[in-house]
């Protein structure tokens, strides 16, 4: 991909041609996230009035409603926080206290549904909540949630991974997205809660390594790459190993995903791939511009690289 690529270009026509309005909870929190994910990556309010806009729409038509237990509010406090509606980001997590469970112990929805993607629903904002206004009193069920989700879904996602199944490849990815979201949010002090989570988000991001390609789903496939290059990024995973072919994967859906804005859903793991993207991108020409004495193009760098 060109690094003169007009992403916010890109965006705005999402934003005119899809639209939010009609948009399930689930594509518009995934894309309200993303942009916010963005302005973090460049240090922007741009598009801060529209996250902004949105959630007060949202609020106002009563949308966000915590009686319903969906597990979709809890990514609306994700963009809450992203904003700074951090008083509306305490009032959704208080759907914590209600919110049905298995057996086992994690969060389901009101439709009873078992699902590794829990973790991205759910889990993230419930750290993320906990650090920065629950005072860290419920870190213990947040790790205990993450070891029943694993212990109970895990094992079968990646044999059925490995045998072609693209929804079980699909869970993994946001399970993967979800777990390195909360590891960014937590107080990494706690070490051991850290750690354990590291740990299934390194199992998950192993698995989707040998079985990405048997999806053809370029959502997936960028919520894997955004996974991977902010796991490379925090220095969870092996740069080496990972993160050449996760910056192919976002590269190669480029081309598709300009020519196609209909899906709101691939439109916003598009940008939340970006976002981690740009990060990489810059901490490779840092270190290429500290090595050669100049600054480096993104041509330069595309033959100098043997990564990329």
Do not use: W
């Not at 998950?204 to 040998?210: H, K, Q, R, T, W």
């Not at 490379?232 to 740069?239: A, E, P, Y």
Request: hydrophobic residues 40%; glycine residues 6%.
């Amino acid at each position: 991909m060109d690094k003169s690529f007009e992403i916010k270009g890109y965006i705005n026509n999402v934003l005119k041609e899809t639209g939010l309005e009609g948009a399930d909870a689930f594509d518009k929190a995934l894309l309200l996230n993303a942009l916010g994910k963005l302005e973090a990556a460049e240090h922007s309010d741009e598009y801060k009035d529209v996250i902004t806009g949105e959630l007060d729409k949202l609020i106002q038509d009563n949308t966000i409603n915590i009686g319903e237990n969906d597990l979709v509010n809890y990514m609306y406090g994700n963009a809450c926080y992203s904003v700074g509606k951090n008083d509306i980001a305490v009032n959704i997590a208080k759907q914590t206290e209600t919110q049905p469970r298995t057996e086992s112990g994690y969060f389901t929805g009101a439709e009873g549904g078992r699902c590794l993607c829990t973790a991205f629903k759910a889990l993230s904002f419930y750290m993320n909540y906990e650090t920065k206004d629950g005072g860290k009193e419920h870190y213990n069920d947040i790790i205990a949630q993450y070891n029943a989700i694993y212990a109970e879904c895990f094992k079968n996602a990646g044999e059925a991974a490995h045998d072609g199944d693209v929804k079980a490849v699909k869970a993994l990815a946001l399970f993967a997205a979800g777990a390195v979201d909360t590891l960014e949010v937590m107080d990494q002090a706690l070490y051991e809660i850290f750690a354990r989570i590291r740990e299934m988000y390194k199992a998950a991001v192993s698995v989707l390594n040998d079985t990405i390609d048997n999806t053809d789903s370029q959502f997936v496939k960028l919520i894997y790459a955004y996974a991977v290059l902010k796991g490379c990024r925090m220095k969870l995973i092996q740069t080496e190993k990972y993160a050449s072919r996760a910056e192919k994967i976002f590269e190669k859906a480029t081309d598709k995903h300009v020519a196609d804005k209909n899906s709101m859903s691939v439109s916003a793991a598009y940008i939340t791939a970006y976002s981690e993207y740009i990060r990489i991108i810059r901490i490779t020409d840092a270190a290429m511009e500290v090595y050669y004495g100049v600054k480096v193009s993104y041509q330069d760098r595309k033959k100098c690289c043997s990564r990329i």
